[in-house]
Nanobody, 123 residues
Framework: VQLQASGGGLVQAGGSLRLTCVAS????????MGWYRQAPGHERVLVAL???????MYADSVQDRFTVSRDNAKNTVYLQMNNLEPEDTAAYYC??????????????????WGQGTLVTVSS
């Protein structure tokens, strides 16, 4: 199972970017999907999460500026980032909890991380 993230880049403060993350591989169902970010010298922190029901959850720092959404038919999660600030500069990682059948035939839920995509916001 792989998560492929894309959409990062360099943008001026006040600008927008849209991140995309696509899940591929052998799995039965995707549960929660979302995004974390990690700035240099800091821990990885939650940015936004969209539950399997479609309900979104956001960190206080991005509330009202970022929108997380998912397309279940495409196994994809998006992060629309508006009014970006220099403090949003970080590597952004997508993550998903999903169910798959392991080699022993048992159904298991696992967490998967994508590679980071770098977002740089200049002042």
């Amino acid at each position: 199972v792989q998560l492929q993230a894309s959409g990062g880049g360099l943008v001026q403060a006040g600008g927008s970017l849209r991140l995309t993350c696509v899940a591929s591989g052998n799995f039965i169902r995707i549960h929660d999907m979302g995004w974390y970010r990690q700035a240099p010298g800091h821990e990885r922190v939650l940015v936004a999460l969209v539950l399997v029901t479609g309900r979104p959850m956001y960190a206080d720092s991005v509330q009202d500026r970022f929108t997380v959404s998912r397309d279940n038919a495409k196994n994809t999660v998006y992060l629309q980032m508006n009014n970006l600030e220099p403090e949003d500069t970080a590597a952004y990682y997508c993550t998903a909890n999903l169910s798959r059948v392991d080699t022993d035939g048992r159904l298991r839920e696992i967490g998967v991380w994508g590679q980071g995509t770098l977002v740089t916001v200049s002042s």
